[in-house]
């Protein structure tokens, strides 16, 4: 097809786009040699890059990743385009500013023989708007404040007329225009491949630099408001997207985590342990597995991440598909010497700070009273589920999607666990009535609320969990209980022990001895003790008990430091989330949570919070 042809045919795909966007739809159109146009929304800018005769290099993806963008084959096509969608823009926003981006041809700094890792190069430059100033600087100070794997830019500011990568400016002049070339530093020197996960750095990297250029032009012209460079980004989900988040839900609903490394035989075990005197371990027995570890691997492994055109959502993916990939390993581990390494890896080792602060908690309560709760005004299983029931039905009135499940069950130690949508209850179950409320609180008002909340938006990893979502959502869950006035020193007791117990069982510590440490060093009656370590020990040692304190320690430091628990209502996230949260947000891409926490309307709840903001440890948590 001639160069007349090629025109032609692009013309056509903007004037259909400029229809698109006069309706207020997005447009998503493919053009001639892999080209195609990608505006989910209105806005001032147009992201730009011309292929190449190279394979699709970080710039492709650099500038797939805006939500204003075009892959052009040829200079004429996105000429065409500036003169018809950027005229259209333009009129619309009074305004319009072009990011043209590539790569360069070579990494040209960078020597094997030299004794250390040299800059890599950048060149830039903008035409002669005043505003344009503004973006030279925030695109120059952005990416000077990253360092890639120890290589710092070297920034060459170039006027257009002189930089031999800024055709489009030139023919364009009354076009603002931003051109970047950046050294192609992840690609492997002398050879085809590259370097993965630093390329995934650079695109990240380029990308935000580019649109703070970009919210820097905008802000300098004053003729539109907006909050920020991240409300900029995409409001929208390429189907890509949608296919893995849908596949990482369908593997995560495969199994269910805790269940498979649960013991179901905890009563007897308990009568076993107690008739050998407690010298000898209980045997621990097991649901069989109903997941094909293989074949659900093989589906997690498959998902085309590259294809997201969105640095965060890949990145949170991608953390994911690795906490999947553990967790399958660990269940397909059990009972076996891996189990304890892979669980280490899942939910990490037990820091100096956490263990001196679990000694502190079991120190300064040593003398608080008894460390049992008492047997009298006990709640059984059927009661508990009475109470869970009224406070569903509560959540419920408040929104109608909220429809938990509740379910007793035989197969599980004393006490309540969340699955998903279900509240599981052991028939074993007797506890504290005055407890009840904390318990349920903890249970329904985290762990399902959130499930519910993370359901309502767009995608589903948010109620199935981010990656490392369980530290914090069990120390908010921990939290709650104060928060409704039923942290006892018990309790308190309980969340310390088990980052001592779950230090001695990951230094070696046998089942005998961390049970025999809980009762003789630190007062716990034998049910008690047995209880804690069972949790710890199950599948052949578990290090998730830890996580209770260090999350609750997270939400402490969280507020003090001026903190607002809202984000963490949204889904199930993990304290790192906390930034990525907030540019979603900002990007329209989250919801308000659909349903709030009824335990921060507790008459206790704001005097708790206000408690927490000015400096809070665990112990002063518990109630007088």
């Excluded at 400029?18 to 892999?34: I, W, Y």
């Excluded at 029931?389 to 197969?411: C, H, K, N, P, W």
């Excluded at 309790?491 to 009762?519: D, K, Y």
């Amino acid at each position: 097809m001639n160069q007349i042809d090629v025109t032609s045919t692009a013309d056509a795909v903007f004037t259909k786009a400029v229809a698109l966007l006069k309706t207020g739809k997005a447009v998503r159109l493919d053009l001639e040699g892999g080209g195609r146009l990608h505006i989910d929304r209105p806005l001032p800018f147009l992201c730009i890059h011309l292929l190449t005769g190279r394979d699709a290099g970080a710039a492709y993806d650099v500038a797939s990743a805006n939500a204003s963008y075009l892959i052009a084959s040829s200079i004429e096509s996105a000429i065409c385009c500036i003169h018809s969608v950027g005229a259209f823009l333009k009129a619309h926003f009074g305004t319009f500013v072009v990011l043209d981006v590539g790569e360069l041809e070579r990494d040209t700094m960078l020597n094997e023989d030299a004794p250390y890792l040299p800059p890599f190069e950048i060149t830039l430059s903008g035409t002669n708007q005043l505003e344009m100033r503004d973006a030279l600087k925030n695109f120059a100070a952005a990416v000077k404040a990253v360092v890639a794997k120890f290589r710092m830019p070297r920034l060459i500011e170039l006027v257009p007329e002189e930089d031999e990568h800024a055709e489009l400016a030139r023919r364009l002049p009354d076009v603002p225009c931003l051109t970047v070339r950046f050294a192609p530093i992840y690609r492997v020197p002398e050879s085809e491949n590259i370097y993965p996960d630093l390329r995934d750095r650079v695109v990240a990297n380029i990308f935000d630099a580019g649109l703070q250029a970009i919210a820097a032009f905008l802000e300098a012209n004053r003729t539109i408001e907006f909050t920020g460079h991240r409300a900029l980004g995409r409001r929208a989900f390429v189907d890509p997207v949608t296919k893995a988040d849908r596949t990482i839900d369908e593997i995560a609903s495969t199994f269910d985590f805790l269940l498979a490394v649960t013991p179901i035989n905890a009563e007897a075990a308990w009568k076993e342990f107690k008739s050998n005197r407690f010298e000898r371990a209980p045997r621990l027995l097991y649901r069989p597995l109903t997941v094909e570890i293989d074949v659900e691997k093989k589906k997690l492994f498959s998902i085309p991440f590259d294809r997201f055109e969105d640095p965060v959502l890949s990145t949170l993916y991608r953390e994911k598909q690795q906490e999947l990939d553990l967790q399958l390993s660990l269940i397909s581990a059990r009972e076996t010497p891996r189990f304890i390494e892979l669980g280490r890896a899942l939910y990490g080792r037990v820091e100096s700070d956490l263990l001196i602060a679990a000694e502190r908690i079991l120190t300064e309560t040593a003398d608080m009273g008894q460390v049992g709760e008492g047997d009298a005004d006990n709640a059984d299983c059927y009661e508990v589920m009475r109470a869970a029931e009224v406070m569903i039905d509560a959540y419920q009135q408040l929104y109608s999607g909220f429809e938990a499940t509740i379910e007793l069950r035989d197969d599980l130690p004393a006490g309540l666990m969340v699955s998903g949508p279900r509240l599981l209850i052991s028939r074993n179950t007797s506890m504290v009535r005055g407890r009840l409320n904390a318990l349920l609180s903890h249970e329904i008002g985290v762990h399902l609320l959130t499930y519910f909340n993370g359901s309502a938006q767009g995608l589903r990893i948010f109620r199935s969990g981010l990656a490392g979502y369980e530290g914090l959502q069990e120390g908010l869950a921990v939290f709650a209980e104060y928060l409704v006035g039923g942290m006892t020193r018990a309790r308190i007791r309980l969340v310390a022990a088990r980052v001592v117990a779950c230090a001695n069982m990951l230094n070696g510590a046998s089942f005998v001895e961390t049970f025999n440490a809980l009762v003789q060093k630190h007062g716990f009656s034998q049910a008690q003790a047995f209880n804690l370590t069972i949790r710890l020990y199950r599948g052949g040692g578990l290090a998730k008990d830890a996580i209770y304190l260090r999350g609750l320690l997270e939400v402490l430091r969280h507020l003090k430091r001026g903190g607002s628990l809202a984000p963490f209502w949204m889904g199930k996230i993990a304290a790192s989330h906390f930034g990525v949260m907030q540019e979603l947000n900002s990007r329209g891409l989250l919801r308000a949570p659909v349903v709030d926490p009824s335990f921060l309307s507790h008459p206790g709840a704001k005097k708790g919070l206000e408690r927490a903001r000015s400096g809070l440890s665990p112990v002063g948590m518990v109630s007088a």
